[in-house]
């Protein structure tokens, strides 16, 4: 596969120059060549779509400070215990560490500055399909489906409310520039099958223990695992550490072949997450990371904070 082929995928926008998934991040990424965007729907209060990482809100706003009183019992502030209003008023910022002070990435955007807002799922498409029409490309949306189950516990089915509203903004065939993914393997062979979605699906896959969903990711991740996979989703979403062991001989990086697994059942392939300031063992820049994921395992797509980086690497 040639390099030109492998997809940027902006992972929560240009997530490592402005705060994730803000407007501003994901126009930025636009701008320096994203074949993709990524967004991350939850459900508020009043069953709005908005575009955010977790089922939390506290790590990357300033909740604590404007609604002291509404955290939970575990101390963390959901998203579905917010109308949409409520969370219009709350600033974003850079990711910050448990400690709710230090920032997870400190050389990235200094957290606490500017004024960023949370954006729903339609304001996010009407922008990209707003620079579709204004630039001539076709930039596609990557919608993942954030804890399905947990949002049922809550009283709301968010994926029948997220096809509607894909159905609404002409996003409904794999022909169109739309792919849904999930961490949930019970809830995407729903999409499939019980809601009829015709639109490519992505298998994302975790390990067992980060508590994602109660799919099994070790039966997941082998070749009898790819196969059923396959049966219903159109590719999956690896972590990087799925697809690259280290050498016993020279501690090099060598493939665990996955990805050839995945390609043998016709799955594509898109791991996530490609940072420069975050690189795999044994990789000085992330432009060479890139590179050799491109050319020694033949992926299909990075998803990536750095979308400048990933296609300028691409392109060498």
């Known amino acids: 596969m040639a390099n030109k082929d492998v997809l940027v995928i902006a992972h929560r ?33 009043d069953d709005e779509l908005v575009v955010l990482h977790d089922i939390h809100v506290d790590r990357v706003t300033n909740v604590a400070e404007k609604y002291p009183d509404r ?16 969370l219009r008023t709350l600033r974003v910022w850079e ?43 076709s930039v596609g949306i990557y919608v993942e489906i954030k804890r399905p189950a947990w949002h049922k516990a809550e009283g709301i089915d968010l994926s029948p409310l ?7 903004a002409g ?43 109660d799919s099994d990711y070790d039966h997941l991740k082998t070749p009898a695992g790819l196969a059923e996979i396959a049966e219903t989703a159109d590719g999956v979403g690896p972590w990087i550490g799925h697809l690259i062991k280290m050498a016993e ?15 043998d059942v016709g799955l594509k392939v898109h791991p996530y997450t490609f940072r420069a300031d975050e690189l795999a063992p044994g990789f000085d820049s992330l432009e060479e990371m890139i590179r050799w994921f491109a050319d020694e395992l033949a992926i299909d797509g990075v998803f990536t904070d750095f979308p ?9």
């Not at 729903?120 to 498409?125: G, K, P, Q, V, Y």
């Not at 090099?252 to 050839?260: I, L, R």
């Not at 400048?308 to 060498?316: C, G, N, Y």
Request: with cysteine.
């Open 308 to 316: 400048d980086l990933a296609r300028k690497a691409l392109k060498a």
């Open 95 to 137: 990711r910050r560490d448990d400690d709710g002070v230090s920032a997870v990435f400190p050389k990235r955007f200094p957290t606490g500055q500017g004024a960023f807002q949370i954006a729903t799922l339609r304001e996010e498409i009407k922008l990209v399909q707003g620079l579709n029409k204004s630039t001539g490309r």
């Open 71 to 86: 955290k939970r019992d575990d101390g963390r502030y959901y998203v579905r215990d917010f109308d949409l209003a409520e």
């Open 171 to 213: 996003y409904r065939t794999r022909d169109d520039a739309a792919i849904v993914q999930c961490f949930d393997a019970a809830e995407v062979r729903r999409i499939r099958r019980d809601l009829g979605s015709e639109l490519r699906l992505v298998q994302l896959l975790g390990e067992n223990d980060w508590g994602e969903s």
């Open 249 to 263: 001989i020279d501690g090099g990086p060598v493939s665990t072949g996955f990805v050839s697994a995945a390609h």
């Open 13 to 45: 926008g240009a997530s490592g120059y402005l705060p994730e998934h803000t407007l501003e991040a994901k126009a930025l990424a636009y701008g320096m060549g994203a074949d993709y965007l990524e967004q991350d729907v939850v459900a508020t209060r």
């Open 162 to 168: 997220l096809l509607r509203l894909l159905d609404d």
